[in-house]
């Protein structure tokens, strides 16, 4: 077993370092890219003025000039070539250098405007002054014109592509040095040690691409163009991006690095996932932090342009933190018993499980917000990290009391005359359904105009239209259905009845007996992510000679529907 294990390390590390050298050749092209742009179109050329400002100068006679223009698939750009012969110290010349700049360009009309010059100073037998190297008198240029917009470009242009390639580079490094940090003293980095110095640098790049439009931007406002100044609506996201980088960082530094130390290591499956983050600030045993653990499922989905990565949350739990003081600040512990039904860590890119751990919560009214991936595998070994018997109860209380005043904040329930009264309100869950709505709408609207296009397109557009419009239809009205429908429900003794009505008018109503807790039953009906959280929405039936009979539906959360069963059983004396 060792040795395949083995075989199988030493596999996979020639597969990594193989993609490792893939992704900084990548990274190092931008890189160098930009390096050399700014070389040539911006640093060459301020040297070589700085160098010519103590050369003399002399008459030149201009022999000849064309200029030059060189065609590629969506541009034109120029270049200038010209012969000329001057005299130094009693010594005949002949230069061809004109200018500064090597290559061509189109940045402004500066070549067009060099080649007429030299042009009217030919036809009139006029001389031009040039630029003579008292060192060496074979060196000239005719021109030593500095250009800002050229400068500009080389710099702003370059230092983009730079900023590209290096933060390419520092996020392959980040993933190898989190690699060794595990390795060497079995501590994870969180997720938020260096993502703002990402978007820091994004930001930048944001505020610096206008430059590049600020180049020509009075020749476009001369002629009309106003649209021109939308460009700076880049410079002004990217301030606000880096703004939001710079404040991750400060609160980033305010709580520290935070490592993590799993036991076990890797997490079981089968088994427990416990830990210990080290966060170097003071904390009450009582702080409100909160723990969430979830594996999640990603894979490619889609094709050519359209193709991404989609994650779907698998499992999901969360507890609040055991917290006690530490050798520099505090200890702040989790532990979680992980079902064996669980998959394991396992692929990457296109298709791989992944287990992550949240921290959040407030400290010194400061959002602590932070994140691990970790690596788990079936076992079923149990945590040192074990969490108190008396913290484990406090929070299972207090999680009792939130998820029923959110059941009773989803769920109207009271006593009346004829029994215990359970209504379902209509338009609840509202931004999902809206959300749906939009989903839908869009769909819909897509499927109709492929159907208008497809009397002259052809059929292939009937059936896509009518895919889509399917699709988009049915979610439209089954979305506007759910918005406008109210579920009564009464339980008396043992006699069970509802009443649907949807805007009011009552389409629907069932009766029945409920005799014991086994009738009822909690059930997950479809579910939502947002922010990596997963959120069920749970239905609670009576089961009535075979057939569900509804009592509540549209429950936000599993917690939120069990407390609500269990409230229902406590009313009606079945537990």
């Not at 392959?172 to 003293?185: C, I, M, N, Y």
């Not at 997720?191 to 009075?218: C, D, R, T, Y």
């Not at 691990?372 to 008396?390: D, K, M, T």
């Not at 889509?468 to 918005?483: D, E, K, M």
Request: proline fraction near 3%; charge should be positive.
């Amino acid at each position: 077993m060792s040795n395949t294990a083995s075989a199988d390390g030493a596999q996979n590390n020639k597969k990594d370092g193989k993609g490792g050298c893939l992704m900084y050749g990548f990274a190092g092209t931008f890189l160098i890219a930009g390096l050399a742009v700014m070389v040539f179109v911006a640093i060459k050329p301020l040297f070589h003025y700085w160098q010519s400002g103590s050369w003399d100068r002399v008459p030149a006679k201009i022999l000849s000039n064309t200029l030059n223009r060189h065609y590629s698939e969506d541009s034109i750009t120029y270049s200038v070539d010209a012969r000329y012969r001057y005299t130094y110290r009693g010594q005949r010349f002949t230069g061809y250098t004109v200018s500064l700049y090597g290559g061509s360009d189109n940045v402004e009309d500066y070549w067009q405007r060099l080649n007429r010059r030299l042009s009217i100073a030919r036809e009139q037998n006029r001389t031009v002054r040039a630029w003579v190297n008292p060192d060496n008198p074979g060196q000239a240029y005719l021109d030593r014109t500095l250009r800002p917009g050229s400068l500009i470009f080389g710099f702003v242009f370059g230092g983009v592509f730079m900023l590209v390639g290096g933060g390419l580079m520092f996020l392959f490094s980040r993933g190898d040095k989190a690699q060794s940090l595990v390795s060497e003293t079995g501590l994870y980095a969180s997720e938020q040690s260096s993502g703002h110095g990402m978007v820091i640098g994004i930001g930048i790049m944001l505020l610096l691409m206008p430059l590049l439009a600020s180049v020509q931007i009075w020749e476009h406002l001369k002629n009309g163009n106003y649209g021109i100044l939308f460009v700076l609506l880049f410079s002004a996201l990217g301030l606000v991006v880096i703004v939001l980088g710079w404040r991750a960082r400060q609160a980033y530094l305010f709580f520290g690095p935070t490592p993590l130390k799993l036991d076990p290591e890797p997490g079981h499956a089968g088994g427990q996932v416990g830990g210990l983050v080290s966060l170097g600030r003071p904390l009450s045993r009582h702080a409100d932090l909160n723990v969430c653990l979830t594996c999640l499922r990603g894979r490619e989905v889609g094709s050519g342009e359209d193709r991404r990565i989609e994650e779907d949350v698998l499992w999901q739990s969360d507890q609040r933190a055991w917290c006690q003081p530490g050798q520099t600040g505090s200890d702040i512990q989790f532990c979680f018993d992980v079902p064996e039904d669980q998959p394991a860590t396992t692929g990457s890119g296109r298709n791989y499980i992944l287990w992550r751990v949240e921290l959040e919560g407030l400290v010194d009214d400061r959002a602590l917000t932070r994140s691990w991936e970790i690596p788990v595998q079936a076992g079923v070994s149990n945590s040192r990290f074990a969490l108190p018997e008396s913290h484990r109860n406090e929070d299972r209380r207090e999680r009792e009391v939130e998820a029923l005043e959110s059941a009773n904040q989803q769920i109207e329930v009271e006593q009346t005359g004829e029994g215990l009264h359970l209504v379902s309100r209509a338009g609840r869950n509202l931004g999902m359904k809206l959300g749906l709505l939009v989903f839908g709408s869009i769909f819909a609207g897509v499927g109709t105009v492929l159907f208008v296009l497809a009397a002259k397109e052809g059929f292939m557009l009937y059936i896509m239209g009518s895919i889509f419009g399917l699709i988009g239809y049915l979610i439209v009205f089954s979305t506007l259905y759910t918005l406008g429908r109210r579920l009564d429900a009464w339980v008396r003794g043992g006699e069970v009845r509802n009443q649907r009505r949807w805007l009011g008018i009552p389409v629907a109503r069932r009766e029945g007996r409920l005799l014991n807790a086994d009738q009822l039953v909690l059930e997950s009906g479809m579910s939502s992510t947002s922010n990596g959280r997963k959120t069920e929405y749970m239905t609670l039936y009576a089961k009535v000679d075979g057939k569900k009979l509804r009592l509540a539906e549209g429950i936000a959360g599993r917690e939120a529907g069990e407390a609500l069963r269990e409230a229902v059983l406590r009313t009606l004396r079945l537990v």
